[in-house]
T-cell receptor
Framework: AAGVIQSPRHLIKEKRETATLKCYPI?????VYWYQQGPGQDPQFLIS???????DKGSIPDRFSAQQFSDYHSELNMSSLELGDSALYFC????????????FGPGTRLTVT | DAKTTQPTSMDCAEGRAANLPCNHS???????VYWYRQIHSQGPQYIIH???NNETNEMASLIITEDRKSSTLILPHATLRDTAVYYC???????????FGAGTRLTVKP
């Protein structure tokens, strides 16, 4: 079965640079979520989109923004990167037509040097 | 969303049942119990969820007490590949802000 696709899988950036992470949800899923997981920490919810509109907002820094496009893929844009942004970034998708359980992608490991 | 409490860690022998408890004494009537697991640095994996009835799927069983204040995830025949951090999460059906707590680190031993 098709899963959530994230790209790139690994990304190395320097401080103050920008980064864009991409997420392709499971086909026919209408909701996308972004999570950040720092070293040794649990995943933290950042933001979600339903039908291309922001639906919920968590602990997403103002330096980050995200959007969902007409084909339902989503991009997380991160600017003025800081060392503390080094983390795993997971995207998940779900469908309200189901039980709204979230299916996670393999993650993007961002390293800021 | 209601807060959950789980043991920090548990061990289980390979081939035996793993029973992972979760307390959620402040759960509301419209909140579901979801279980996810995360195998080292992989994306969290959905396991099962329930409202008030016991549930079973190909991965696990979920037993919810009658007062809904606690639940138990049961892996009937644990394998080494079940070693992971297991998260019990309580949330309403349409709440997108899913809060991962500390979870239980399950180690399955040969």
């Amino acid at each position: 079965a098709a899963g959530v696709i994230q790209s790139p899988r690994h990304l190395i950036k320097e401080k103050r640079e920008t980064a864009t992470l991409k997420c392709y949800p499971i086909p026919r899923h209408d909701t996308v979520y972004w999570y950040q997981q720092g070293p040794g920490q649990d995943p933290q919810f950042l933001i979600s989109f339903y039908e291309k509109m922001q639906s919920d907002k968590g602990s997403i820094p103002d330096r980050f923004s995200a959007q969902q496009f007409s084909d339902y893929h989503s991009e997380l844009n991160m600017s003025s990167l800081e060392l503390g942004d080094s983390a795993l970034y997971f995207c998940a998708s779900s469908s309200l037509q189901g039980a709204n359980e979230q299916y996670f992608g393999p993650g993007t490991r961002l390293t800021v040097t | 969303d209601a807060k959950t409490t789980q043991p920090t860690s548990m061990d289980c022998a390979e081939g035996r049942a793993a029973n992972l408890p979760c307390n959620h004494s402040t759960i509301s009537g419209n909140e579901y119990v979801y279980w996810y697991r995360q195998i080292h640095s992989q994306g969290p994996q959905y396991i099962i969820h329930g409202l008030k009835n016991n549930e079973t799927n190909e991965m696990a069983s979920l037993i919810i007490t009658e007062d809904r204040k606690s639940s138990t995830l049961i892996l009937p025949h644990a394998t080494l590949r079940d070693t992971a951090v297991y998260y019990c999460i309580v949330r309403t059906y349409n709440n997108n802000d899913m809060r991962f707590g500390a979870g239980t680190r399950l180690t399955v031993k040969p």
